[in-house]
């Protein structure tokens, strides 16, 4: 709690976590040892942030730790899943090898999924799965499907970007050198069109396949997917599809012994690739330092990550304001809203509204504090179909004079005149 430094001293294989309110500031840093944080191995000496988030910094050989700021909680675990999470990280290393050595060029990487319900620590191990293969000379694919809480883009939105170095410990994903490639839907939950999200991961499936065909390191290296918490109902259906379009050769279930059963069920006698290898699905053990986290946590994360896209994570950009007069851009959205549950239909009448159909917007006040994604597509018809070059979000509306005025995180011109809208809001606090 208090703004004096603490120092820590843990033995070998254990861990300091840390959880840090939003708006609250912790520095931790290495005096002795040696020390990661979800995999970034940290350097002695340099002093590493954290902001508003649960962070763990755990020690193989044993360190001493010094901690400033505010945090809400900090103690030292020794009871960890890192011994089971190297394990599993080394088959996956020795497959790569196997990949890499093959000269038919048929044989491909390792392409993990982490999947299980909310707060069970699959974007955690993510980054740590990522962190250690590159620690082995590897540059997995990274995937994150979440449209909640996704680790590449801002929410709404799923992406890939190669991973060529280890992370950065809290910045995360943010700071690599391949640039990503981010798809928008436009809402927090693929609830509302399930179908339009369907489609977006199959366009990103397909684009990934295509690098990996023409990049043999990438081929080797495999590719690390990071799934939705929704493993219910339609999630479920949701994603069994994902795991099918990005030809997941291991599925790691974490922490819920029904969905473990269902996927090994489900994907009993099912191979992947040319190689007919069976798809593998491992049951991986919850760390006890993931902590759940509140719809407000989460809407807070969100509104974090969004102020960092335009902001930057330290503040190291300085987004400028634009005005831009109405007839200059064109706003569109991808499906109709919400559908009518066929239930409420006339029998035998389908639904009518295309989820990938594309409308324009007129307009109106609707559009302030909307975060609008700027469209690589250049037709209507590619809209749905493309990936987009970045976010603006709408400070103002003049519907007087015709203007609306945007804030971007680099200023200047837009990339394309073509914006996206859905139900992602951001009110500048
Ligand atoms: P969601 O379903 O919301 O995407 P998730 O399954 O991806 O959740 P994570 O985001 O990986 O879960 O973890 C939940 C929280 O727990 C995160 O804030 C993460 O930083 C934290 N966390 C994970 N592992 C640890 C740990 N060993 N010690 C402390 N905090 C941890
Ligand atoms: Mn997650």
Known sequence: ???????????REQELRIEVGHGQLVQVILQDGTAEIFGTEIAKGASVKLPG???????WSGASVDVKGVYEECYVASETPMVEYVNISSV???????????????MNGPRVALVGPTDVGKSTLCKLLCNYAVRKGWSPLFVDLDLGQNNIGPPSTIGAVQVDRALDATDGFVN?????????????????????????????????????????????????????????????KLLLHALDAFKITDVLVVGQDKLHAGLARDFRGKTQFATKTPVQVWQVKKSGGVVERSPQFRRQTREAVIKSYFYGADGELSPSSTSIEFGKVSIFKIGSGPRAPSSALPIGQKTSADPLRVTTVAPSMALLNSVLAVSHGKTTGEIPNTNVAGFIFVTEVDMVNKKLTYMSPTGGGLPSRNLITGTLKWIET
Request: proline share 4%; no cysteine.
């Open 1 to 11: 709690m208090a703004d004096e430094t603490e120092t820590y001293d843990l033995s």
């Open 53 to 59: 988030g649960k962070h763990a910094l755990f020690t």
């Open 92 to 106: 996956l290393d020795e497959r790569r090898n196997v990949a890499k050595s093959d000269s038919t060029k048929e």
């Open 176 to 236: 690599l050198t391949d640039l990503p490639l981010v798809y928008f839907h436009g809402d927090t939950s693929p609830g509302n069109n399930p179908d339009l999200y369907k489609h977006l991961v199959e366009k990103l499936s397909t684009m990934v396949d295509q690098r990996g065909n023409t990049n043999p390191d990438s081929r080797s290296s495999g590719l690390v997917l990071n799934t939705m918490g929704w493993v219910d109902g339609a999630g479920y």
